[in-house]
């Protein structure tokens, strides 16, 4: 995991620490290359490098773009809660697309992610970014790769995620999704009609430019049989009209795709609980939780 834009490890044997931002398209087109190759499996030998960089702050007409694709008020001073992770996303697709990495790149999907702030994140500051791929689990559709960033300043994490991403492969359906637990409804919060090119807007925003989001004749290749929305813009999306505490914990799981174009409704309640669904009600998109950090 050397190269021009890496430096010798300084925090140890298992970190590298690079000298600026992995570039997103040679990862993409090696995680490409190198996808029909790939036989992902639960037990597979993993990268256990950690990449760090030791400064990091947000460009500032990428953050705008991204706050416009979301619907984040602009020019707020300090980062969405969300936002981390698109710094965060060039390192991880680094890792992703290395050849020690066993899922395929091409059509991996984001199944679930936790976030954690502890703190306003101010947008002109310098940061400490951290990526690592903590383990491979089986899932009851494939494999899943569960994936840590984390943010740091003067030393400390003020901001961190979990990830789960998704291969899927044909498996012994030896893992079953544990039973949800019974809730009341949520109410209607609110409504959008999401345009066919979303995918397209966020990818340029994000930089996530997965195939399975861009058009019906990529999206096809992968299954899918229209492209569908990123799973992080839905929980931005969502996050961005619900508000969040300056020191929350958020949790969100994507449960079913979201087809470009449609309509969907934002769903929630006053504990923290929120969900995005299908106007009818009969298909769950996404559900998560905000929660305010406690001392």
């Not at 140890?12 to 499996?41: E, Q």
């Not at 706050?67 to 991880?92: K, N, Q, W």
């Not at 690592?132 to 030393?155: I, K, N, Y």
């Not at 994000?206 to 049989?225: C, E, K, V, W």
Request: charged residues 20%.
């Amino acid at each position: 995991m050397t190269g021009p834009d890496s430096a010798p490890p300084a925090a140890g044997p298992s970190s590298v620490v690079l000298t600026r931002a992995p570039a997103l398209a040679p990862s993409l087109a090696r995680g490409a290359l190198r996808s029909p190759f790939k036989r992902p499996r639960p037990d597979a030998p993993f990268p256990r490098t950690r990449l760090v960089l030791p400064s990091v702050r947000a460009d500032l007409a990428r953050l705008a773009a991204y706050e416009r694709v979301c619907g984040f008020p602009a020019g707020a001073g300090t980062l969405p809660i969300t936002y981390p992770h698109v710094l965060g996303f060039p390192s991880a697709m680094r890792l992703m697309s290395a050849g020690e990495f066993p899922l395929p790149l091409l059509g991996l999907v984001h199944t679930s992610i936790d976030i954690t702030r502890h703190g306003a994140l101010p947008v002109p500051d310098a940061y400490e970014l951290a990526v690592r791929v903590a383990g491979l689990s089986p899932h009851r559709r494939g494999t899943e790769a569960t994936v840590v960033t984390e943010l740091r300043a003067d030393g400390s994490v003020v901001w961190e995620s979990t990830s789960t991403y998704l291969a899927r492969h044909r498996t012994e359906g030896r893992t079953a999704e544990p039973p949800g637990q019974r809730r009341e409804p949520l109410a209607e919060a609110g409504r959008w009609r999401i345009a066919a090119d979303l995918g397209r807007r966020y990818g340029a925003a994000s930089g996530d430019r997965n195939p399975i989001h861009l058009h019906p004749l990529t999206a096809r290749l992968f299954g899918f049989p229209r492209p569908i929305a990123h799973g992080m813009w839905t929980v931005a999306r969502c996050l961005a009209v619900r508000g969040a505490p300056e020191a929350a914990l958020v949790r969100a799981r994507f449960r079913a795709p979201v087809p470009l174009p449609c309509e969907v409704v934002l769903a929630a309640d006053d504990t923290g609980r929120f969900e995005l669904r299908t106007p009818d009600g009969l298909r769950t998109h996404l559900t998560g939780e905000v929660l305010p950090l406690t001392a």
